[in-house]
T-cell receptor, first 114, second 114 residues
Framework: KAGVTQTPRYLIKTRGQQVTLSCSPISGHRSVSWYQQTPGQGLQFLFE???????NKGNFPGRFSGRQFSNSRSEMNVSTLELGDSALYLC?????????????FGQGTRLTVV | GQQLNQSPQSMFIQEGEDVSMNCTSS?????WLWYKQDPGEGPVLLIALYKAGELTSNGRLTAQFGITRKDSFLNISASIPSDVGIYFCAGQLGVPNTGNQFYFGTGTSLTVIP
C-alpha cells in the first residue's frame, strides 16, 4: 500500500510570509503527527491529530498550527515565517488508539526561509 | 518533554565491523522504535519493540528493549557501505488515551569506510 505522502518536497519562502504543508497518511491510519527537524535541535514534536482533533501539542509558538480533514489528510500552517523556521518538516502516520504502535514517516518538506 | 539520550553521537567504522548504539530515557516507555534516515529523506522504520527484554532482528540488525524499560539497544552486524546514515531511537510512553506522540533521540551518525 502507498506510504505517507508529503507535498511539496521543497519550498522557499520569504520572511513574514505564511506556508501550508500537506500530508496524506497511509490508508487506514487516522493519527497524523508533525515534526520539525533541524541540525541543531533534532526531531521536535509539533502536534498530533486524530479524528480531526488535535490530541497532543509540542512546545511551539502559536504561529504553528494544523488541522486534519475527514479523510485523515492533514495540513500544517506556519504564519509570519522567521529565518529560524527553515527546517525539514516531517509527517508521520500511525494506526490510532493502540498503545503499541508504529509511526511511519513521509519524505518530508524542506522549507527554506530567506 | 521527555529526553532521550542516544549514544554515540557519531561513529566511523570499517566495512565488515559490527556497530552498537543505545538510547536511554528518564521515563518508562512501552514502545521503542529504531529508524534510519538518509540525507534529505524521512526516517525509515527498522525495528519496533513492545515488551521489556524483547530481542528482535531484521536481517543484520538486532534491537533489544531494555529490562528496565528505560533503554534500548541497536546492533548492526557486518556493516556495509549502504548502512551509512543517521539512526534514531524513538520511544512512546504508551499511557492510554494520550495519543501516539513519540520522543526521539538525538541520532547516531554512522559512516562506513570501504
Amino acid at each position: 500500500k502507498a506510504g505517507v505522502t508529503q507535498t511539496p518536497r521543497y519550498l522557499i519562502k520569504t520572511r513574514g510570509q505564511q506556508v501550508t504543508l500537506s500530508c496524506s497518511p497511509i490508508s487506514g491510519h487516522r493519527s497524523v503527527s508533525w515534526y520539525q527537524q533541524t541540525p541543531g535541535q533534532g526531531l521536535q514534536f509539533l502536534f498530533e491529530y486524530f479524528s480531526e482533533t488535535q490530541r497532543n501539542k509540542g512546545n511551539f509558538p502559536g504561529r504553528f498550527s494544523g488541522r486534519q480533514f475527514s479523510n485523515s489528510r492533514s495540513e500544517m500552517n506556519v504564519s509570519t515565517l522567521e529565518l529560524g523556521d527553515s527546517a525539514l518538516y516531517l509527517c508521520a502516520s500511525s494506526f490510532p488508539g493502540r498503545m503499541n504502535t508504529e509511526a511511519f514517516f513521509g519524505q518530508g518538506t524542506r522549507l527554506t526561509v530567506v | 518533554g521527555q529526553q532521550l539520550n542516544q549514544s554515540p553521537q557519531s561513529m566511523f567504522i570499517q566495512e565488515g565491523e559490527d556497530v552498537s548504539m543505545n538510547c536511554t530515557s528518564s521515563s518508562i516507555f512501552n514502545t521503542w522504535l529504531w529508524y534510519k534516515q538518509d540525507p534529505g529523506e524521512g526516517p525509515v522504520l527498522l525495528i519496533a519493540l513492545y515488551k521489556a527484554g524483547e530481542l528482535t532482528s531484521n536481517g543484520r540488525l538486532t534491537a533489544q528493549f531494555g529490562i528496565t524499560r528505560k533503554d534500548s539497544f541497536l546492533n548492526i552486524s557486518a556493516s556495509i557501505p549502504s548502512d551509512v546514515g543517521i539512526y534514531f531511537c524513538a520511544g512512546q510512553l504508551g499511557v492510554p488515551n494520550t495519543g501516539n506522540q513519540f520522543y526521539f533521540g538525538t541520532g547516531t551518525s554512522l559512516t562506513v569506510i570501504p
